[in-house]
């Protein structure tokens, strides 16, 4: 999906990351420079090509060092599944976005109200007392993210798709920002429920559509 997305595009120069965890994803995108942030990869990076760097680091101390002019043509947000930290990486990855970019994210469409838990122990934990078992999907509240892009910050376009493998969340500029993306306040969208929101299945905000639409609009967009 990610190579497919980075071929609709006008250059795949530089690709990031953020949260590359056992390095399936991140070893197998085609780009010319490859960026990867985690705070404690779960694979031997050491032996990675030239064009590749893996900085372990959490993501905010990763952003903070960055040069101002650094600039990526994609960016795979896949960390921690909080809405707070997930919001965090966003505003940094569209301050370093090529205006053709694009920011994929994972996990955005929970599975359920117990996989919706911010904290993966407590999901966890939830499982196992309901279910008998703790080998349980768990995406957070990150799907927070969509709701508060939607109502905060209107110059993004937001689509979903929930396959092939499971929901993602595409985002990009619709316009170019007259200065740089910042955080808003959250404190309406941080008060919203799982079970509320998705009463009636996925909320229009998000804007699902199939894959090969969405690579279809990310080509036709003009600079």
């Known amino acids: ?3 497919k997305t980075l071929d609709a595009l006008p250059q795949r ?6 949260g590359i965890f056992k390095g399936a994803t991140f070893q197998n995108v085609v780009s010319g420079v490859k960026w990867g942030v985690d ?9 990675l090509p030239k064009n590749t760097r893996v900085f372990v ?23 921690e599944h909080t809405f707070a930290q ?17 920011i994929l994210l994972d996990d955005t469409v929970p599975q359920n109200s117990i996989a919706a838990i911010p904290s993966e122990a407590e999901s966890k934990e ?6 008998g078992t703790c080998v349980w999907p768990h995406q957070g509240d990150v799907w927070k993210l969509i709701m508060q892009v939607r109502e905060k910050h209107e110059n993004i376009t937001v ?19 007259d200065s740089k993306m910042n955080l808003e306040s959250a404190e309406q969208v941080s008060s919203l429920t799982y079970d509320e929101s998705f009463k009636f299945g996925i909320p229009e905000q998000f804007g699902v559509r199939e894959l090969s ?5 990310i080509r036709k967009r003009s600079f």
């Open 1 to 3: 999906m990610i190579n």
């Open 13 to 18: 120069s530089n690709y990031l990351e953020v």
């Open 39 to 47: 705070i404690e990869p779960s694979f031997d990076y050491s032996k």
């Open 57 to 79: 680091q959490p993501s905010d101390t990763f952003f903070s060092q960055l040069a101002g002019d650094k600039k990526f043509d994609m960016v795979y947000i896949d960390a």
């Open 86 to 102: 997930a919001y965090r990486e966003l505003v940094h990855s569209f301050n370093h976005l090529e205006k053709w970019g694009v």
């Open 126 to 131: 939830v499982a196992l007392r309901m279910h």
């Open 159 to 177: 689509r979903t798709i929930v396959g092939p493998s499971r929901p993602r969340t595409f985002m990009w500029a619709n316009k170019k920002f």
């Open 213 to 217: 639409d969405v690579l279809e609009e």
